[in-house]
């Protein structure tokens, strides 16, 4: 592992911003090297720069895990918002999260739902169940039962629990509308 923790700056410093995410994940996460967060911070801000929308995702989580930090939350707001924007599932799910309840910044049920279902397309499977949350209450989308078991199941179908026990608990609940088939 440190021989990979290596080569990850190499890479980073011959200028593959994905290199940079690669050795900040060693780093955040001590593999093969010492746990440096500072250090990892610094290259997670090079591979965004870069275009790689996991290392401004990994850099939200960071700013977020700060608790003593001003402004680290609408810090993380802006690092999700761009990893979002560089079609980073994670970050638009987590985008979606701080929206959803004004974290970081004003409430936003519409862009929440925006963000969900970026992250859905990218095949976030926690996104599609956040979205299919938003359906199910009508906030910032139309209240619409049946989108909200579509989304629920392909949650399911893509590996979140979540999205298993939401669609569970609407079978549970005899919350299907008639000629919801699932």
């Known amino acids: 592992l440190p021989k ?5 700056l190499r ?6 911003a ?7 994940i060693a780093l955040w996460r001590g593999i093969g090297v010492e746990a440096d967060v500072e250090t990892a911070a610094d290259l997670f801000g090079k591979a965004c720069k870069g275009g790689v929308g ?5 850099l ?3 700013f977020v895990a700060r608790k003593a930090m001003a402004n680290r939350l609408e810090g993380a707001r802006y690092f999700y918002t ?6 980073d599932g994670w970050s638009c799910n987590e985008l979606g999260t701080m929206l959803d309840h004004g974290k970081g910044g004003e409430v936003d049920h519409a862009a929440a739902a925006g963000a969900f279902a970026h992250g859905c397309e990218g095949s976030h499977a926690l996104a599609c169940s956040n979205l299919g949350l938003l359906h199910e209450h009508g906030r910032g989308v139309l209240k619409n039962i049946g989108r909200s078991v579509e989304l629920y199941g392909l949650s399911c179908e ?5 999205g298993c026990a939401r669609l ?10 008639g000629g919801v088939d699932v």
């Open 168 to 177: 569970g608990s609407l079978f549970l609940s005899g919350g299907l509308p």
């Open 60 to 62: 939200g989580d960071i």
């Open 18 to 24: 994905k290199g940079c995410n690669a050795r900040g």
């Open 54 to 58: 996991d290392g401004c995702g990994n």
């Open 82 to 87: 761009e990893g979002c924007r560089l079609h």
């Open 158 to 162: 893509r590996g979140s629990g979540v």
């Open 4 to 8: 990979a923790a290596g080569l990850f």
């Open 11 to 16: 890479a980073c410093e011959d200028g593959w």
